[in-house]
Structure formats: C-alpha cells, structure tokens
C-alpha cells in the first residue's frame, strides 16, 4: 500500500514538502511497529487507515475484500453488528416536520445515509442507506451518550472497528463533527 500510495497518490509529493521527509520517517517507523503487533485483519485494515490520515483525513479510505465468511468472522471478532429497531420510513416522516436544528437528523458522509434518533438521554445513529457491503440497514453506526454531565459519541468505522471521542459538534444547521469525522 504505501508504495502503491507514494508512486500514485497526486497529493504524496505536496505533504512531504510540507511535513517534511524526517515526519514522514518517523511516521512509517511507528507505523510499522504498531502494524507487527496487529492480532486480526480488523485491527490491520484500521492501522493502514491510520497510516493514510498522515496525508488527509478525508476522500480516502481503505476497505478489505471480503467474502461473505470474511463478514461473518468480522462479526465476531468486533462484536459490533448491533442493530436498532426503527421503522425507516416512519423516521423520515418524523425529521421532516422537525423545526430546530440538533443531532437528530438524517446526515451523510461518502458511502452512507446515516439517521439519528434520540432514546432517552442518549442518541442512536443507524444505517439508512449504505454503498458498504459490510453495513446494512438498521446497523448501530454510532451513538452519543449521556457520560455523566457530558455527552460521549462512539462512530464505528468502515471495518466497524470503534473511535471514541468527546461530545460531537453541531456546525451550524447542516453539519455534524464527531472526532474527525464530518
């Protein structure tokens, strides 16, 4: 991959100049440390990931070719294919007669239609639609709950491994920051 990235990426050449080469080092040396230590191909496609955002954060990503055996061992290892029980249509009704602007929403980042519904103090955020094979409808894709007096949000990515943050960001009416995701 890194290879792969330095020979083809159109931006490669631009970090480097402004990171400078003796990052970019140091970056590849404890990447590769951490990447030796992985366990399971989740926790290698995260690391590969990670190694990416050196260059940016995002309109990139990286995503194993799985079969449908490969899925379901996932399943076990992450324990994340949790579901929300929500009626699709009936959510859609609902965020479209809502007036105030907050978490609860329909919201989309590059490959998913992701909806928000509060329960009780908390939020759930499910798949609506998804261009990942790996998320259905109805999967948990993230939550935000009430941590004592703050709230703490949870966004599972691509391989469905777990990044926690602190509480998300609402930006304006029409964007959500939870950690680096947008």
């Known amino acids: ?3 792969t990235f330095e020979e083809n990426d159109a931006g490669f050449q631009y970090i480097i ?3 400078g080469q003796a990052a970019y080092n140091i970056h590849n040396q404890l990447m ?3 990447i ?11 690391l590969m990931y990670e190694w990416l955002t050196f ?6 990503g990286i995503e194993r070719l799985t079969n449908e055996t490969d899925i379901s061992q996932m399943s076990n290892e992450t324990n994340v294919h949790e579901t929300w029980e929500v009626d699709i249509s009936e959510f859609e ?3 479209s007669t809502k ?9 989309e980042i590059t490959g998913y239609k992701i909806g928000i519904k509060k329960d009780g103090e908390n939020y759930i955020g499910f798949i609506i639609e998804s261009s990942i094979n790996t998320w259905k409808p109805c999967m948990v894709k993230m939550k935000i709950e009430q941590n004592d007096d703050k709230l703490k949000s949870t966004f599972y990515k691509r391989d469905h491994s777990p990044v926690e943050s602190g509480e998300p960001e ?13």
């Open 99 to 107: 007036q105030e602007a907050d978490y609860e929403g329909i919201w």
């Open 36 to 46: 030796k230590a992985a366990k399971t191909l989740t926790e290698c496609t995260g």
């Open 55 to 60: 260059f940016r954060s995002g309109h990139i």
């Open 170 to 182: 609402l930006i304006g009416k029409n964007y959500l920051q939870i950690n680096q995701f947008f």
């Open 93 to 95: 009704k609902y965020i």
């Open 32 to 34: 590769i440390e951490k």
């Open 1 to 3: 991959m890194k290879k």
């Open 17 to 19: 100049d402004k990171k």
